[in-house]
């Protein structure tokens, strides 16, 4: 594939264009952005090599749609207008039921491979583009066999030279769990930070108090508010579900400072540090 269009030069479009065009030198990357300065900035970093538009999708080998979910399930079906027979179109987004629906009787399904790179930092922007930020990763794929099976084939063959492992699971089933792994996280991040700001309104005392622990648990409070609204928006039903059960558990830990039980946090503590064993099967 040397004809790689990147729809939204973000941080997860562009790093994947560094990595393919380290991969493949022959690959010829275009950006396609609603933000003219994204696309400059693109250029600058050599992250892209032109900019383009929806027009010049017949030539496209491989379209990455890497732009808020929203916009996604708006833009999905024009790609799939524009493209020719041959071309694989997959997305990145957060959210997996939206965007399949939307196009499950588009004539041009098969050429759709849904896709979510469990990947990323808590910066955005074509700046924010960076080399293997996939190696090791795990790609979920949902509806695979929704997909031309050659397409399937130049997919994973994508993905394996950008070092990721892959996952398939149902639309349905990835946003309920990524809820619970991906956006019950960063709610907690972005509320730790909105409490800590509320209350202490000199931000030299929380700098110079900020330690290790507090920088890395507030790290995803500087995510990019344009991605993630749309993301709780379109999975609202799963997060509500995953907030009620994380406010449960607060309340009752809250309960057990009140009651002065503190052999009992000792054990909910001690139990919940089997995650480290989870965590390092993970990695």
Same mark, same amino acid.
């Given at each position: 594939?040397?004809?790689i269009?990147i729809?939204?030069?973000?941080?997860?479009?562009?790093?994947?264009?560094?990595?393919i065009?380290s991969?493949n030198?022959?690959?010829k990357?275009?950006?396609?952005?609603?933000?003219?300065?994204?696309?400059?900035?693109?250029?600058?970093?050599?992250?892209?090599?032109?900019?383009? +538009?929806?027009?010049?999708?017949?030539?496209?080998?491989?379209?990455?749609?890497?732009i808020?979910?929203?916009?996604?399930?708006?833009?999905?079906?024009?790609?799939?207008?524009?493209?020719?027979?041959?071309?694989?179109?997959?997305?990145?987004?957060? +959210?997996?039921?939206?965007?399949?629906?939307?196009?499950?009787?588009?004539?041009?399904?098969?050429?759709?491979?849904? +896709?979510?790179?469990?990947?990323?930092?808590?910066?955005?922007?074509p700046?924010?583009?960076?080399h293997?930020?996939?190696?090791?990763?795990?790609?979920?794929?949902?509806?695979?066999?929704?997909t031309?099976?050659?397409?399937?084939?130049?997919a994973?063959?994508?993905?394996?030279?950008?070092?990721?492992?892959?996952?398939?699971?149902?639309?349905e089933?990835?946003?309920?769990?990524?809820?619970?792994?991906?956006?019950?996280?960063?709610?907690?991040?972005?509320?730790?930070?909105?409490?800590?700001?509320?209350?202490?309104?000199?931000?030299?005392?929380?700098?110079?108090?900020?330690?290790?622990g507090?920088?890395? +648990?507030?790290?995803?409070?500087?995510?990019?508010p344009?991605?993630?609204?749309?993301?709780?928006?379109?999975?609202?039903e799963?997060?509500i579900e995953t907030?009620?059960?994380?406010?449960?558990?607060?309340?009752?830990?809250?309960?057990?400072?009140?009651?002065?039980?503190?052999?009992?946090?000792?054990?909910?503590?001690?139990?919940t540090?089997?995650?480290?064993?989870?965590?390092?099967?993970?990695?």
């Amino acid at each position: 594939m040397n004809n790689i269009y990147i729809i939204g030069v973000g941080l997860i479009g562009g790093s994947m264009a560094l990595d393919i065009k380290s991969n493949n030198k022959q690959a010829k990357i275009f950006g396609i952005d609603i933000n003219d300065s994204h696309l400059d900035q693109a250029l600058e970093c050599n992250v892209i090599d032109e900019k383009a +538009t929806y027009d010049d999708l017949k030539e496209a080998d491989l379209v990455v749609l890497s732009i808020p979910v929203d916009k996604a399930v708006l833009e999905l079906p024009k790609v799939l207008d524009a493209i020719s027979e041959t071309t694989l179109v997959i997305d990145v987004g957060s +959210t997996k039921h939206p965007v399949c629906k939307v196009i499950e009787n588009h004539n041009m399904r098969r050429n759709f491979l849904a +896709t979510h790179p469990i990947a990323g930092t808590e910066f955005s922007g074509p700046k924010a583009a960076i080399h293997q930020l996939f190696q090791k990763k795990t790609n979920i794929i949902c509806e695979v066999e929704k997909t031309a099976f050659k397409l399937q084939e130049k997919a994973l063959q994508l993905f394996s030279d950008l070092g990721m492992r892959i996952r398939y699971m149902n639309p349905e089933a990835h946003d309920k769990h990524i809820a619970y792994m991906s956006h019950l996280s960063h709610i907690s991040s972005f509320m730790l930070g909105k409490t800590v700001i509320e209350k202490e309104k000199n931000e030299c005392d929380i700098f110079d108090m900020a330690g290790s622990g507090f920088e890395s +648990t507030v790290r995803l409070a500087k995510s990019s508010p344009e991605m993630w609204t749309p993301i709780f928006k379109q999975n609202k039903e799963n997060v509500i579900e995953t907030l009620d059960e994380y406010i449960n558990n607060l309340k009752q830990f809250k309960s057990l400072m009140e009651s002065d039980d503190f052999d009992e946090i000792y054990n909910e503590m001690q139990n919940t540090n089997h995650i480290k064993d989870i965590l390092k099967g993970i990695a």
